[in-house]
């Protein structure tokens, strides 16, 4: 859905990116995380052809964001760390103003705002002035009028900055479901925590660069990360693991494991099963997630080795 090469983009006094190149799969969210000043907006720009690249090429949905601009824009959606609302109109009226930015006939824009409102939990609201939303209501209107005209890709810089943890955990409700919906979306953040729900791919940038070259996977959808817990001690597990067919381990010791397995809920109940069966007293079996943290301190040790 997003493909980047050699990306290189240049401020009078900086290089701001430096031969970045990643692709984003279809309906999935990546996060763009790394510290203040990396390059993340400056790459979400690019991405949303708001900024040409000196050098390399950026395609979203097939289009090069040299050639065909006005084309992206109407396949993208884009919101920016400091959005705007028109806060005198009403939630109805911001949403109008911005389908009928993306050329949408008025009767066409009349039902986009209605569908978009009710998509981000608006309706009740629908005639309620911009000014009068609490934080969470004004983000959630902000990316409505980003994806009024239902683009396929969807760009976010910094989202969940200022919302109290009630709103981030609706904003993660939000995008999951925008995905499930069809959407493909990269969300940009410094703060991982927020990011920790709801992204299958993390990319790292850092001083214009891509860390490990491309996209870590976060999620799998053909294989989850199982993490088992013991009840006492036994120096068996890891032998007994090591012998199950599909079993990729992580981690291991006498009373505890990680490692890769079947996403598919009855390979998972047969191994737990052979578990108990075979005499381990299992005391939680559950899916995890690799943790965005451990990924992206991982990577970033890494590169210090090699430096």
């Known amino acids: 859905m997003i493909d980047v090469e050699n990306l290189v983009y240049e401020y009078p006094s900086k290089r701001a990116l430096d031969g970045v190149s990643f692709s984003v799969r279809p309906q999935t969210i990546t996060a763009l995380v790394g510290p203040n000043g990396a390059g993340k907006t400056t790459l979400l720009r690019c991405l949303a052809a708001l900024e040409l690249p000196y050098e390399g090429v950026v395609r ?61 939990g608006l309706s009740d609201r629908i005639g309620v002035a911009a000014a009068e939303l609490s934080r969470g209501l004004k983000q959630r209107l902000a990316i409505g009028q980003a ?37 493909t979306l990269v969300v940009s953040s410094h703060i991982l925590a927020e990011l920790e729900d709801y992204c299958d791919e993390m990319i790292i940038i850092e001083e214009g660069r891509i860390a490990g070259g491309g996209a870590l996977r976060v999620r799998e959808e053909e294989r989850a990360l199982i993490r088992l817990q013991l009840a006492s001690p036994n120096a068996a597990l890891g032998n007994f693991l090591r012998g199950r067919n ?27 099963r052979e578990l108990v069966s075979n005499g381990f007293d299992v005391i939680s079996f559950a899916e995890g997630l690799r943790q965005l943290q451990d990924a992206y301190f991982a990577e970033v040790k890494k590169k210090g080795a090699s430096a």
């Open 60 to 120: 979203i949905a097939g289009f090069d964001t040299r050639q065909a601009p006005r084309e992206i824009h109407a396949q993208l959606g884009y919101l920016p760390d400091f959005f705007g609302l028109y806060d005198p109109l009403s939630v109805r009226r911001c949403l109008m103003f911005a389908a009928r930015s993306h050329g949408l006939p008025f009767a066409d824009a009349e039902k986009a705002a209605e569908r978009t409102a009710a998509q981000m």
């Open 147 to 183: 994806i009024v005209h239902t683009p396929k890709v969807l760009l976010l810089d910094e989202p969940a900055a200022g919302l109290d943890p009630t709103a981030r955990r609706d904003l993660s409700d939000l995008l999951v479901g925008l995905k499930r919906n069809g959407m």
């Open 246 to 272: 599909g079993v990729e381990l992580l981690e291991i010791s006498d009373t505890a494991a990680g490692f890769r397995f079947s996403a598919d809920a009855a390979a998972r109940a047969g191994l737990l």
